[in-house]
């Protein structure tokens, strides 16, 4: 395993438009993380599994956004009706339960435009 | 609440020269603490992490920092600078109540001179 992947990496869509990202975690990590980076800031937490339950999401995830993460494996981000606004970094990071660290491992994230 | 204040927005060092990049928390209870570096067009990547052990932490690539709970500090150093090292570094709590999730300061930009 090669750690945690991401795709699309890039991803330019017209407002309105719905998207989809994919995150893949380490195979053994029980807790995936989903983050955006907007330009000139520090990642910004949005949700978070244990497993295949969403156990918290930031403020920041509007209705329009939506996270899944079926059988406790890989994990989709939803942006539905996309706005200038959500042009973002978005990052995804995975770890193991229970490890008093909570030491995250990062993707490459998926860079999206929305014009 | 726990949070982090990144003391610079931006260092500018000479090659072969120290680095410090300054960073205090707040935190209500003993605090898991790290240092990740963002290479342009990269992932975040682990430098090093703090979690009520030794106080001074070795990281990757010479990078060290040092948890001072009486300053609530948790400061970055290199004795030597290398150019390879020119990145965006954050420091970042995770707060252990809260599923881990991190907390990332705003950032310092590190840039090398030859």
């Known amino acids: 395993d090669t750690g945690v992947s991401q795709d699309p990496r890039h991803k330019i869509t017209k407002r309105g438009q719905n998207v989809t990202f994919r995150c893949d975690p380490i195979s053994e990590h029980n807790r995936l993380y989903w983050y955006r980076q907007t330009l000139g800031q520090g990642p910004e937490f949005l949700t978070y599994?244990?497993?295949?339950?969403?156990?918290?999401k930031s403020r920041l995830l509007s209705d329009r956004f939506s996270a899944e993460r079926p059988k406790g494996s890989f994990s989709t981000l939803e942006i539905q009706r996309t706005e200038q606004g959500d042009s973002a970094m978005y990052l995804c990071a995975s770890s193991l339960s229970g490890a008093h660290s909570y030491e995250q491992y990062f993707g490459p994230g998926t860079r999206l435009t929305v014009t | 609440a726990q949070s982090v204040t990144q003391l610079d927005s931006h260092v500018s060092v000479s090659e072969g020269t120290p680095v410090l990049l300054r960073c205090n928390y707040s935190s209500s209870y003993s605090p898991s603490l790290f240092w990740y570096v963002q290479h342009p067009n990269k992932g975040l990547q682990l430098l090093l992490k703090?979690?009520?052990?030794?106080?001074l932490v070795k990281g990757i690539n010479g990078f060290e920092a040092e948890f001072k709970k009486s300053e609530t500090s948790f400061h970055l150093t290199k004795p030597s600078a290398h150019m390879s090292d020119a990145a965006e570094y954050f420091c970042v709590v995770s707060l252990y109540n809260q599923g881990g999730k991190l907390i990332f300061g705003q950032g310092t930009e590190l840039s090398v001179k030859p």
């Open positions: 703090y979690t009520s052990a030794a106080t």
């Open positions: 599994f244990q497993n295949e339950a969403q156990l918290e």
